[in-house]
């Protein structure tokens, strides 16, 4: 190869390079406008969700046709990634399948090829099916208020160019199978069973043809998966890397529990005269600042660093919105919309920060600005949503935590709640009942006989 | 037979400690409808010469409720006086009938200083079934009945307890037939997270009318439950559906009781 292909390759690298540490500095400064919460505890169960729910993708299965097909993309992502190593080698040395060059083009190699374009075709196949499910067939969770232009396209965008990336592998693997016959350059390699099915379509072609069309698609393909690379950190295609860290860092309480708060406790001690050395340190509660700014959650900068962390993990998948019993009634509620505006809030106090802006000061907030009343209030706390998150994101923690700023904050709970909670500072019980009566239910029994 | 209910304090008085402490729960205490399941229970206990007592008047609110609408204060007053009385007692093992309160207890009140054995009354029955301690009657009066089971999201979900309640109505020989969504995949009954406490967000639906339908829609007689909030809901779907004098929404312990 001369130099001026190489000198391109390498800028290109490098840009990409550039471009996604740049993007990766933006991400994780947003994770960290969160408050800092300690998640290295219970290291065994942590590598155990690792493994399970990431890795082995354990929870996509509830829903098998989905997960076989979303199984072959991801395999498919993974193991066409050592291809890319070769492309990448190729295009730094200028050299012609490198591995082939080394292993040889027969046995081993022509296994591995064989190998990538079947997976190279199961994703294709999966990616037509997903944008079948999404635009023809419009499965209801991919649907839904917040399914708004933008995340519509993306998800059509990140599909699209999954399929033109394999059809690009194919049609290179398929000229070069030809080309082997016909210059030296080309290392003899295959042969490829699917790919050779197109070979029909282009034996009849000049050679020049053939290496130019060779050439757009070996270029074509490596470009464009550094852009998919670049693309894939201003998308929700996040979860591909960020599934790993999402589900490590994950909730490994009993789904029940609520995080306690260690500052009202001090509080309410010491309002009872409570000596404060008693309970251990909660490990999983938020670090709230010594001077602390204000009682539950009322934009981004209130959230612990995990639940920004869950936001850009989501891929707006929509289990949670499909099995959420609110949302499926008609209520305003939906747990991928309110996992999504900590994302898009988070990313408007970055990109206000990046140009010297005021950031979370900016007169605005994830709640009322982003997230409303309605919504927060119709959430019955029924962790289906938790449950049904194949990554481990936890849209309640977020709506328990704002609810608690309505409370605390702003007294701005319904009305209904200011008396439910009146009647337990005054009766005890949720209820108007004199806690004088709390144990009449008992009298009918203690002075009957059976 | 003559039914003792022993309050903590009567035993303390007496120098003695209760082997389990009934937390009866506000519901437990207040509503008419979940009254029954309360003194159902106490019945069981009573029947196997369980060493119980009830803490009576000193019991108050755990504060779920006001928890999970945002009150954080109120709950921890709630939590820790609750807890103060608790260990005054030195009680070690308590049983409830109420998932909410069951959840507080077991998972909520150790941060705050109260650590306890706690038991669902689903897994306390399951756990005496299992013992052969509960013998039913044979062909009791479900034998044979269909009967689907609502798993409330703070005894499934929250902390996983599936199996107990449907080994509890194993146990009456019934034919327990399964709603589409259980289990994790489990429908709220629309009152949790302080909903009971208020009217629902405006919506198409009510939550409990869509879940009373899919219970409905199993043929069963009888719907089971194990919540008190779960029972309340359950009972206005199945009456807005006008079905509340052919099928009948009850608790587990109120089946077991009967069958005893």
């Not at chain 1, 406790?265 to 700014?293: R, S």
């Not at chain 1, 009682?295 to 959420?324: E, H, M, P």
């Not at chain 1, 939906?334 to 994302?343: G, L, Q, T, W, Y």
């Not at chain 1, 959430?379 to 709506?399: K, R, S, Y």
């Amino acid at each position: 190869m001369e130099f001026l292909p190489r000198l391109v390759f390498i800028i290109i690298i490098g840009l990409t390079i550039w471009i996604i540490a740049k993007r990766i500095r933006f991400i994780s400064r947003n994770i960290q406008l969160g408050l800092p919460q300690d998640r290295t505890d219970h290291k065994d169960q942590r590598w155990r969700n690792l493994l399970l729910v990431a890795f082995g993708q354990q929870k996509m299965f509830k829903r098998p046709i989905p997960a076989i097909l979303h199984l072959f993309i991801y395999i498919g992502f993974i193991i066409i990634n050592i291809e890319v190593l070769e492309f990448i080698i190729d295009g730094l040395f200028g050299s012609h399948r490198f591995f082939a060059s080394i292993i040889g083009g027969d046995g081993l190699y022509t296994a591995a090829l064989n190998f990538f374009e079947l997976l190279a075709i199961l994703v294709l196949i999966s990616c037509v099916v997903f944008l079948i499910r999404r635009n023809v067939l419009k499965v209801n969770r991919f649907e839904g208020e917040e399914m708004t232009r933008w995340p519509k396209l993306d998800a059509n965008i990140i599909l699209m160019v999954e399929i033109v990336l394999m059809i690009a592998i194919i049609v290179m693997n398929a000229t070069d199978s030809i080309l082997q016959a016909r210059s030296p350059y080309y290392t003899a390699a295959g042969p490829f069973y699917f790919s050779g099915l197109l070979v029909p379509l282009f034996e009849n072609m000049s050679t020049n043809t053939l290496i130019i069309i060779e050439r757009f698609a070996w270029w074509f393909h490596i470009i464009g998966i550094l852009a998919f690379a670049v693309y894939v950190t201003y998308s929700k295609h996040l979860h591909i890397f960020l599934a790993f860290p999402n589900t490590y860092y994950g909730d490994v309480k009993p789904k029940g529990e609520m995080r306690n708060m260690p500052v009202v406790t001090t509080e309410v001690k010491n309002m009872l005269g409570i000596p404060l050395d008693t309970p251990a340190p909660d490990h999983d509660a938020p670090e709230a600042p010594a001077d602390i700014a204000r009682f539950g959650a009322k934009d981004v900068t209130d959230l612990s660093w995990k639940n920004i962390l869950d936001a850009y993990t989501c891929t707006q998948c929509g289990r949670c919105t499909d099995s959420c019993p609110a949302n499926q009634t008609g209520k305003k509620l939906s747990p991928r919309k309110i996992v999504m505006d900590v994302r898009y809030r988070a990313e408007e106090i970055g990109r206000s920060l990046d140009v010297g802006g005021p950031g979370a000061e900016d007169g605005k907030a994830l709640f009322r600005d982003y997230i409303t009343e309605e919504e927060i209030n119709a959430c019955t706390t029924c962790q289906a949503c938790v449950e049904a998150c194949p990554v481990l994101i936890n849209p309640l923690d977020v709506i328990l935590q704002i609810r608690r700023y309505m409370s605390m904050e702003e007294s701005s709970s319904p009305q209904e709640w200011q008396i439910m909670f009146q009647n337990i500072e005054t009766s005890f019980a949720p209820w108007k009942f004199p806690p004088s009566d709390r144990f009449t239910w008992a009298d009918s029994l203690k002075n009957k006989s059976e | 037979m003559e039914y003792k209910v022993p309050t903590v304090a009567e035993l303390a008085a007496a120098g003695q400690t209760p082997d389990v402490l009934f937390w009866v729960g506000c519901a437990g205490s207040f509503d008419d409808r979940y009254k029954n399941v309360t003194r159902a229970f106490v019945k069981i206990l009573n029947k196997l010469g369980i060493n119980f007592a009830v803490l009576g008047q000193e019991e108050s609110c755990t504060g779920d409720p006001a928890r999970r609408a945002g009150n954080e204060f109120l709950f921890q007053m709630q939590a820790m006086s609750n807890i103060q009385v608790l260990n005054g007692y030195e009680i070690k093992k308590i049983v409830t009938a109420c998932p909410h309160c069951f959840n507080t207890i077991k998972n909520e009140y150790p941060a705050l200083g109260g650590t306890y054995e706690v038991m669902h009354h689903s897994q306390f029955l399951q756990q005496l079934i299992n013992e052969g301690r509960v013998t039913l009657k044979g062909g009791g009066e479900f034998k044979g009945k269909r009967i689907t089971y609502h798993d409330s999201c703070y005894l499934g979900r929250a902390n996983g307890i599936y199996e107990a309640p449907r080994e509890v109505l194993e146990a009456l020989d019934a034919e327990l037939v399964e709603m589409k969504r259980v289990k994790a995949k489990g429908f709220c009954c629309g009152a949790g997270g302080a909903q009971m406490w208020k009217e629902p967000e405006p919506g198409k639906k009510d939550v409990n009318i869509d879940r009373a339908e899919e219970a409905l829609a199993t043929g069963a007689q009888t719907i089971a439950v194990a919540c008190p909030f779960c029972m309340v809901m359950l009972s206005d779907g199945v009456k807005a559906k006008n079905k509340e004098n052919e099928v009948d929404v009850v608790d587990l312990a109120e089946l077991i009781d009967r069958s005893l």
